[in-house]
């Protein structure tokens, strides 16, 4: 790919922009199927007494002849006791998929049910509400739809006083909305967007978590996109979530990690990034990512993991909106102490979550593509040697941090300097060792990089045996013209 050319190296046909523009084509592929990874999932709220727990009907499968008893009861009973216990028995019932099918195949059981939950007796409602949550966390769709009824009656009790109540309403939407689209058409029309952000606003922290759990399968919903995001990001739920995420002794950690993953789906649909952007929310992520590594150097680190990873994700892909450099989104995260708290975090990750290195290491990536100032903090810290560290780690591991210092090398020759001398071609010559094609790629082109803005590494790479190791891969058909170009290089560079 490379060869000589007036006295210096140059690619054929193409230039070091070439190179950039392979790599950004090979991440927006990754950044794609990164945007489809979701978290759909169901929660449930069980509070069964140690008098339920015991009692007989426990986990018990009723059949229709029950389950019309049981209703009747709720309905018609003389004592509120006697209606409460019947309720609570079909709760304890529904808990099983044999009676949650049974339940929805009796005619009149739902609209019996959504009588019960409208009616003036607030224990009573809170007892229908909990069967109609017992159905909404069945795995079966058909489930949720019989649910359709009770749904604008849901949503208008998200405006009550109970607390407890919003509480169990919000998990019961979230549990409907990812099961149906049926569902969410209905509940669309019906102003679930602005009921949550009525919501958002309330002072109690197990309602906006709950509230942040609903809105988050709402967002993961596949047409979100056209039909969601835009009356989401219309509303006031931005600003009051990225408030949700500043740092702080205010900052709660279960409802900032559900607002953080809303955060996250909103972003990767890419409807108006722009918008969260001037809202702050590339300060707001930047700010709490320092936060996050100190409560790691402060041992507090307990269910971190949880928190840092939307967080990494949501600053990774606004990084790449062209609207980041019109509003100086790069300024906003203050160059070192991003990295060096980046750094904090992949040692943490190191140790005790390696899963989370990729994450880590796709915002370096991002943050060091196109801003010389973060090379500069990357070489100024020293953190070129802690980076090579983590080479052996995985082949996704070796890629990303391999990709990081292509582009610290592209930055040109003054970068380049800072590479080598140095542990660098030493840990290159470990890479082109390995098995793995993306990563013997990765390590190609940084070396032609290196070959091109400081021509004695070439040398150096001789008198390291590096031809040996290019050797290798000399037969392998997606590496053959790299390897022959650098090989030609080295030895006439």
């Known amino acids: 790919m490379w060869n000589r050319r007036q006295g210096r190296l140059r690619p054929v046909g193409c230039g070091v922009e070439e190179l950039r523009r392979r790599r950004r084509e090979r991440e927006a592929a990754l950044r794609k199927a990164r945007r489809e990874q979701q978290l759909v999932s169901k929660r449930l709220l069980r509070d069964d007494t140690p008098e339920e727990a015991e009692s007989g009907c426990m986990d018990l499968i009723l ?12 309905q018609r009973g003389t004592e509120e006791k006697e209606r409460e216990g019947a309720l609570a028995s079909l709760r304890r019932g529904l808990q099983r998929p044999e009676t949650q099918q049974t339940f929805i195949r009796l005619e009149g059981s739902m609209r019996t049910l959504v009588g019960l939950l409208t009616s003036n007796q607030a224990l009573l409602q809170l007892e229908a509400a909990r069967c109609l949550h017992e159905l909404s966390h069945s795995e ?4 949720a739809e019989a649910c359709l009824p009770a749904t604008s009656y849901l949503l208008t009790y998200l405006s009550g006083h109970s607390s407890d109540f919003i509480e169990l309403c919000l998990y019961t939407l979230g549990n409907l909305i990812v099961e149906s689209e049926a569902v969410r058409s209905k509940l669309l029309p019906q102003g679930i967007v602005p009921a949550l952000a009525a919501c958002i606003q309330s ?3 197990t309602v906006l978590e709950a509230l942040g759990y609903a809105l988050s399968q709402l967002l993961q919903a596949k047409e979100a996109p056209e039909k969601i995001i835009p009356s989401v990001l219309g509303s006031t739920l931005p600003q009051h979530m990225l408030q949700l995420l500043q740092p702080g002794p205010k900052l709660n950690p279960g409802v900032a990690v559900e607002f953080a993953w809303c955060l996250h789906y909103i972003i990767c649909s890419q409807v108006n990034n722009a918008l969260l952007i001037t809202h702050g929310a590339l300060s707001t992520l930047g700010l709490l990512l320092l936060d996050l590594a100190g409560a790691v150097q402060r041992s507090e680190d307990a269910g971190l993991e949880l928190l840092v990873c939307p967080v990494l994700r949501c600053l990774s892909n ?20 991003i990295v060096a708290s980046l750094f904090i975090l992949l040692q943490f990750f190191l140790q005790k979550q390696p899963s989370l290195l990729p994450e880590g290491l796709w915002l370096l990536n991002n943050l060091t593509a196109n801003s010389p100032s973060f090379c500069t903090s990357l070489l100024s810290l020293d953190l070129i040697e802690p980076l090579l560290q983590l080479l052996p780690v995985s082949n996704v591991v070796s890629v990303l941090v391999l990709t990081v210092l292509c582009n610290v090398a592209e930055k040109g020759p003054a970068y380049c300097w800072h590479l080598w001398p140095g542990p660098l071609l030493s840990s290159l010559l470990d890479t082109l060792a390995f098995s793995d094609t993306e990563v013997v790629g990765q390590t190609l082109e940084l070396l032609q990089l290196l070959f091109l803005y400081r021509p004695e590494t070439a040398q150096a790479f001789l008198q390291q045996s590096g031809l040996q190791a290019l050797k290798r891969h000399e037969e392998e058909a997606q590496l053959q013209d790299r390897v022959h170009a650098l090989q030609q290089t080295a030895l006439h560079g």
């Open 63 to 74: 059949g229709e002849a029950e389950i019309q008893q049981f209703l009747w009861s709720a």
């Open 140 to 143: 079966q769709s058909a489930v």
């Open 203 to 205: 002072p109690h922290q």
């Open 318 to 337: 606004l990084l790449t909106e062209p609207a980041v450099d019109a509003v100086g989104g790069q300024m906003e995260l203050r160059d070192e102490r």
